[in-house]
Structure formats: structure tokens, C-alpha cells
């Protein structure tokens, strides 16, 4: 024990060196994260240090700790009700969701909600607030932390601190109720009404719980109630004051599963960390969506409490909205790869156990071993096939031709929180055909100069950053040569935040960023990659292409940045930002038309970029499965369903819910693996196990009843009473379809010869042969 008092002794008062603020109470310096409960039982009389006295009880605190009395003290003493926080890694069953991507939010909600009306009302967070401030969670900094450098980038002191903006009434907005929600052409105005003017302290401290702020949204004069609000990022939370502007989360759908809006029901409204212009996002979005499915952006007001708070950002969140709107289906796997200093998330192969992985990727998606086993096989594809045979390995694993596209825009417009530099945030799609996809996600960081001489920042051993000391090929910090540029050092406009010279060929020694290092040692993927940067820079960076999109925005926003008192920087900074080309098309300095013009004009110099043609593009199309009329191959039909159970038969839960009846109507098994089960236009809605097989002549129940998590088969949809579609494909193949209309309770509806029979009134029999009513 005596070793366990002086680690925790060490670690009590070095946390507390580090985080004190000298005065205490000024909201500019650094905040002093809450005590976790071993510190406070020590610390006897909460004035945050530790008296020679305090310290002589500690063997008897800690012994006190020891519940089960075995000399040695577990996480669960330690941290009661709380996740194990050790760097990189949770509880040993969820496989690194303590720091790491995948960590667990503190559980509160369900706890403290005494109504079960799915929200905490004013009294139930204040009791929720203590357990936060108990256990020391909550990522709340009320003084914040500083953040943004004059210049913009993060790590600095804040250019301008936030102050009471001016007064608005849904009255004082125009209303654009037939516009979408991302319409370029308007400036939509967001009311936010909570049921308390401390709300911006209370989400602060609820930041890394599953608390969701209850409000009141009201948009084009239609009021939402229920809308849950959370702040959210990492450097935009973490590096801004509380007073200036934080990035928000909204969720529509809080309370009632069905409320969206305009058709999406997540909102992500950013603050435009570093970013005078507000522009960033919305310039990457305009450009990549030529040539991927990219997050939408446009700009909107938000007013909080009746008070603006000014100009953000409002981007779409790529969840299942997303994945409708771009492939047909919201089907699939979906991963973010968060931003990460030990810049580690490029699909390095390390080994076929899934807790690195975990550690590196944030599913978004259901978590199964399928999905995790599935990017493991993409990533040792990727990593240790030998390049003479990579094409014919990865290409029916990988859109290559989709990464191409997205590692050439990265690098385009310089996007200094892209794959190019940190490895890191982008977005992954599995989708239900078993095709890798890479997206882009933050692109804030996007369209600006690099530091002097393109120089980055470095950072420290990634031990000390919560990583596991695998995290990167010896030698290759973040922000240091290894991994940039040329072999031998650094690339003409060097590593970290890059600028209008950086190199088109950055990283293609570095095994951190295999999609760069691998693919781009495939002759034929080299050759396209370069042509799509030689056609991004000749058609997209054209002036005439971007520079009347800034004109059109500065237009629209300029009254707004003037008058919005929490942005973080100066309404001159923006004015530089966003200004205009001049009369003799000469670009302002250090403005955005500046680095367009120089960035094109070094991309279409490049000695490999300017030996390639420019490539004819196609924007992307949504993915639908063909249909395929005759035999399909598939000895599989849709046999019968029961669309109304009241009380016919139970499922395994001992729950009446409605059924769909497969038959095999071959002479031998037949695999389902790889085919899918829907009601509606989503052809890959309910994906059927792996390994799931109808003998031969034999029926397959599934139940339609949303409990994808019960024992069994439950597809993630219920059968409408009133008459819809069921739909059986296999991959891109219709195999089967029905259509039917209203249904009788108790009474199925199914097919009495062979798989094209005539849909009839049946009497239920699940898993035997069909028998008409009597």
C-alpha cells in the first residue's frame, strides 16, 4: 500500500500544480478540473492542497477504500460508479472507452429523470449536477480554457472575449419556411429557449455526460419543444471562455423519435474555431461535394434566450440522414476518426485483436465484432499486401477511386486537421455491400496560410497525450520530419498547419498514413490522384469559381459579424478574411482569394501535377440495388408474414409482435449471409446475420419488432397494419417483393404454391407449410 499512497500522493498534488489558476477566479486562465473522489476524501477541508496533517491520514483513507479488504485497490474503490479512466483504455468489456474515442459518457440521465419523461427538468440536473461535480466529470470549464491564437490557431489567448449581444424576437427575422435547411442563399435565424439562464454553466459541467440540455428550437416561426442541446467538440469547447461563442449540438428528436428539421434531425452549428471568415467549412463542402458525398454547410444566426450570439456555422452531421441522402439506405458501419495529437487514425495494421482499434476509431453504428473484424481485414489488406497485388486485394474492400478523391481535396485546399497531417479526422462508411468509403468530416481548419515558412507544431511522446506507446512508427511525432514530405525531411511547405506551397506528394514515406504511403505507390492510383489535383486546381480554385461565393456570404453576414459580441475574432479580422479581389484582380493579404490564387497557381506548376490531364468529373450518384426480374439464383422467397399479432404466437421475449416468414424452397442449405430485409426504399435497412441458413425445404421466422438487441432474429422495423411493402434482396439483387395492403389481426397474409403464388388470407402457421382460412 505504501507504493499505491505515494503515486496517488505524486499525482494529487502535480494535477493540481498544474490546473491551479493563481488568482482563482479569472476566467482567462487556465481552469482547474473538479477533484475525482479519492482526492476529495484527502483533501479534508476542500481548499485544494494537502497539509502535512491531511497527508498523514492517507494510509487510513486508503485502507478505508479497500472494501473487500485484499490489499489492493481496484478502479471500482477508487472511482465508485465511474468508468476506468486509464489512458487509452475503459472497462475490460468495452475495450478502451475510457479517454480513447470509444470512451463512455457518465450515465446520468436514466438515473436522475424521477418522471421517466426521457429529459431532466431544473431539479432533476441539480441533483445530477452534484454527482458530476462529485465524481469529477462533466468536462465543464466554467473560466474555460485560453484559446485561439491572435492568428487563429488554437493554443493561444483569445483574441476578444464574448459579451451580451444585442436583443431578438422571432418577429424582428425574416422567415424561409420553403428553403432547405442548407440553403446558400439565405441567413436563417435559430431560436434556442431553455428554462434557465445558467444553461451555458450547466452544459459546460454536463460536457462529458449523456445529459442533453431540454429546450425550446424555434425555426421560421414553428416552434420544436424537446430539443436536446449539448455542447460539443474538442479544441472549439476546450481552447474557447465561457462568455464566447461554443460549438452546439442539437438533437430534434430528443423526446419524440419523429421530429426533424427540414428533414434532418441533428443540427451541428460550430463556432468557427481560428476561422475569421466563417467560411472554411463552407468553401471545402462547396468544393468536395463535386466530387464525394460531403457534409452540406451553410450559415446561420442563433439567438439564445432572446440574445444573439451571433454567426455559426451549420454543418450536417453525418449519421443516418446522411447516409440516406448520399447512398439510399441507412445501413452500414460508421466511424469517425476524431482529431488526435498522436495523430494515429490512418488505418495502420496492428494486429487482429480489436481493443487498438477501439482505441483509434469512434463507431458510430451499432458496435458488433462484425464491423470492428471488417475494418481489421481492410486495414492488414491495405498494410502488408505487397503493391505489385494491392488493386486486386483492396479494390473489392475499398472505394479507391472515392480515396483518391479524398486524399487529393485534403491536400488541395490544405486542410490542416486533414489525413495529409494528423492522420485523423475523417469519417468511415461500411456500407451494407461490404465496400469501405472515406469521407471528409472537419473542415474547418481548411483554405488558410500555414505559419512561417509552412512549419508545424510539435508535440509531445504520445504516452503523455493518453496513447499507447504503439501509437506511432518510432520516431514520428507530430509535427516532426518523419512522416512529411519528401524522404529526408520536410516538403516545401512543411508539416503542422501547411500553407499555399504545400507538397502535393506530402507523407508517401510515412507508414502512419497508409492511404497516402500505399495507394500512391500504385502507379495507376499516383497517376489519378495527380490528375484529380491538377482538375480541383485548374476548375474549383478558379477565382471565378469560389471568389463570387466568399462575395456572396461577406454580403450576407457582414451586418451580423459587425454586431456579434461573442465571436472570438474582430470584425477586421473577418473584413481581411473574406476581401474582395481588387480592381486589378490583385488579392488582399493574407485573405482567402490570397491563398486560392497561390495555391492554384503552385498546384499547376508542380512538375508531376502539370504532366497529367484533366479528368472529366461525374458528381456523385446515390447507390441503389438493381432490379433483376426472373431468376435471381436465390432459392429464397418471402413465404409469409403477420402484420397485426395480438395473440397468435410469441417470440422468444414472450412478446407478441408481427413476423415475416422466409422458405427455402432448393434442395439444399442456404446461406442469408449478405442479404437484407426492408418495408420501405431503404434496400439495405435490416442487414440479416452472418452465418444465418434455412435448410433445405425448411422456413426461417423473422420477427419485426425493432428489439435488435433480444435473442433471436429482429429486424430493425416493425410491419405497418395498414398495408406497406416487404422487400428480400441479396447484395444489389431484388430477390423478392410484396406488396400488400390492410390486414385483419390475427390473420397472415402469404403464398400457397412456390415462391410466386398468389398472396392469399392464411391461417398463421410460422415454420410450417401455408394453410388458407377455413
Not at 468511415?428 to 468509403?437: A, N, V
Request: charged fraction near 25%; hydrophobic fraction near 35%; glycine fraction near 10%.
Amino acid at each position: 500500500m505504501r507504493i499505491l499512497v505515494h503515486s496517488v500522493m505524486v499525482c494529487f498534488l502535480a494535477t493540481n500544480a498544474f490546473g491551479q489558476s493563481p488568482q482563482g477566479t479569472d476566467p482567462n486562465e487556465p481552469f482547474r478540473p473538479p477533484l475525482d473522489p479519492l482526492s476529495l476524501k484527502l483533501d479534508a477541508n476542500n481548499d485544494g492542497e494537502l497539509s502535512t496533517e491531511e497527508l498523514s491520514k492517507a494510509p487510513a483513507v486508503l485502507q478505508a477504500l479497500d472494501l473487500n479488504k485484499d490489499g489492493k485497490l481496484t478502479i471500482e474503490e477508487l472511482l465508485p460508479g465511474f468508468q476506468e479512466r486509464r489512458p487509452g483504455f475503459g472497462r475490460p468489456d468495452t475495450m478502451g472507452a475510457g479517454r480513447g474515442p470509444n470512451r463512455v459518457e457518465q450515465k446520468l440521465t436514466e438515473k436522475h429523470d424521477a418522471d421517466k419523461n426521457g429529459y431532466l427538468d431544473p431539479i432533476e440536473r441539480q441533483k445530477a449536477l452534484a454527482e458530476v461535480q462529485i465524481f469529477g466529470g462533466g468536462g465543464g470549464r466554467p473560466g474555460g480554457r485560453p484559446g485561439g491564437r491572435p492568428g487563429g490557431r488554437p493554443g493561444g489567448p483569445a483574441a476578444q472575449s464574448g459579451s451580451t449581444g444585442p436583443k431578438v424576437s422571432p418577429n424582428d427575422v425574416n422567415n424561409f419556411p420553403d428553403l432547405s435547411l442548407y440553403d446558400s442563399t439565405i441567413l436563417r435565424t435559430i431560436f434556442i429557449e431553455f428554462d434557465t439562464d445558467t444553461w451555458e454553466d450547466e452544459m459546460a459541467k454536463f460536457k462529458n455526460t449523456d445529459v442533453e440540455m431540454p429546450a425550446t428550437v424555434t425555426v421560421d416561426g414553428t416552434e420544436y419543444p424537446l430539443v436536446g442541446v449539448k455542447f460539443r467538440g474538442q479544441s472549439s469547447f476546450g481552447h474557447v471562455p465561457a462568455g464566447s461563442k461554443r460549438s452546439l449540438n442539437l438533437s430534434m428528436d430528443l423526446i419524440d423519435g419523429d421530429q426533424k428539421l427540414y428533414g434532418y434531425k441533428t443540427l451541428n452549428l460550430l463556432n468557427c474555431n481560428g476561422d475569421a471568415s466563417f467560411l472554411s467549412s463552407i468553401l471545402f463542402s462547396q468544393l468536395a461535394s463535386d466530387y464525394l458525398p460531403t457534409p452540406k454547410a451553410n450559415m446561420v444566426k442563433v439567438v439564445i434566450n432572446g440574445e444573439s450570439w451571433g454567426i455559426y456555422s451549420n454543418v450536417q452531421q453525418f449519421n443516418k440522414d446522411f447516409l440516406k441522402e448520399f447512398y439510399g439506405t441507412t445501413a452500414g458501419a460508421r466511424w469517425k476518426v476524431a482529431g488526435s495529437p498522436q495523430a494515429d487514425g490512418g488505418l495502420r495494421y496492428l494486429g487482429d485483436d480489436i481493443a487498438p482499434y477501439r482505441q483509434r476509431f469512434e463507431i458510430k453504428s451499432r458496435d458488433d465484432d462484425d464491423s470492428w473484424n471488417a475494418l481489421i481485414h481492410l486495414c492488414k489488406v491495405l498494410n502488408e499486401t505487397p503493391i505489385e497485388n494491392l488493386p486486386t486485394a483492396l479494390e473489392p474492400l475499398l472505394n479507391v477511386d472515392g480515396v483518391l478523391r479524398f486524399l487529393a481535396i485534403d491536400v488541395a485546399v490544405v486542410n490542416s486537421d486533414g489525413y495529409w497531417t494528423r492522420a485523423s479526422d475523417y469519417s468511415i462508411y461500411l456500407d451494407p455491400r461490404g465496400t469501405f468509403h472515406i469521407l471528409p468530416h472537419d473542415m474547418n481548419e481548411s483554405f488558410r496560410g500555414g505559419g512561417p515558412k509552412g512549419e508545424g507544431f510539435p508535440g509531445p511522446p504520445p504516452e503523455q497525450l493518453g496513447a499507447p506507446a504503439d501509437g506511432l512508427p518510432p520516431g514520428g511525432q507530430f509535427g516532426r520530419p518523419q512522416g512529411f514530405g519528401r524522404p529526408g525531411g520536410r516538403g516545401p511547405g512543411g508539416p503542422g498547419h501547411g500553407g499555399p506551397t504545400l507538397d502535393p506528394l506530402v507523407g508517401l514515406d510515412s507508414e502512419r498514413m497508409p492511404l497516402r504511403s500505399r495507394l500512391l505507390a500504385v502507379p495507376q492510383y499516383r497517376k489519378l490522384y495527380l490528375q484529380y489535383l491538377r482538375t480541383i486546381a485548374e476548375k474549383n480554385l478558379a477565382h471565378k469559381n469560389l471568389t463570387p461565393l466568399i462575395a456572396h456570404y461577406r454580403n450576407l453576414v457582414d451586418s451580423e459579424v459587425q454586431i456579434d459580441t461573442r465571436k472570438m475574432l474582430s470584425y477586421d479580422a473577418f473584413a481581411n478574411a473574406t476581401a474582395p479581389l481588387q480592381n486589378n484582380q490583385a488579392a488582399a493579404p493574407g485573405s482567402i482569394n490570397e491563398f486560392i490564387g497561390q495555391r492554384r497557381d503552385f498546384l499547376l506548376k508542380h512538375e508531376e501535377i502539370s504532366a497529367v490531364a484533366v479528368l472529366d468529373i461525374k458528381r456523385p450518384t446515390i447507390l441503389r440495388p438493381r432490379v433483376v426480374e426472373g431468376d435471381t439464383g436465390v432459392k429464397v422467397a418471402i413465404s409469409e408474414f403477420l402484420a397485426s399479432n395480438k395473440r397468435t404466437n410469441k417470440d422468444p421475449q414472450g412478446e407478441f409482435e408481427d413476423w415475416i416468414e422466409l422458405v427455402n424452397y432448393d434442395s439444399t442449405d442456404v446461406d442469408l449471409s449478405g442479404m437484407f430485409l426492408t418495408d420501405d426504399d431503404d434496400l439495405y435497412k435490416w442487414k440479416i446475420p452472418a452465418n444465418t441458413i434455412i435448410k433445405a425445404g425448411g422456413y426461417l421466422i423473422i420477427w419485426a419488432d425493432e428489439d435488435g438487441g433480444d435473442e433471436g432474429l429482429h429486424a430493425n422495423f416493425k410491419l405497418s397494419k395498414d398495408g406497406e411493402s416487404i422487400i428480400l434482396t441479396n447484395q444489389d439483387v431484388i430477390v423478392d417483393r410484396l406488396k400488400y395492403g390492410p390486414q385483419i389481426s390475427d390473420v397472415s397474409t402469404g403464398r400457397i404454391a412456390g415462391d410466386n403464388g398468389e398472396m392469399k388470407k392464411l391461417k398463421p402457421t410460422p415454420g410450417s407449410p401455408n394453410r388458407l382460412v377455413d
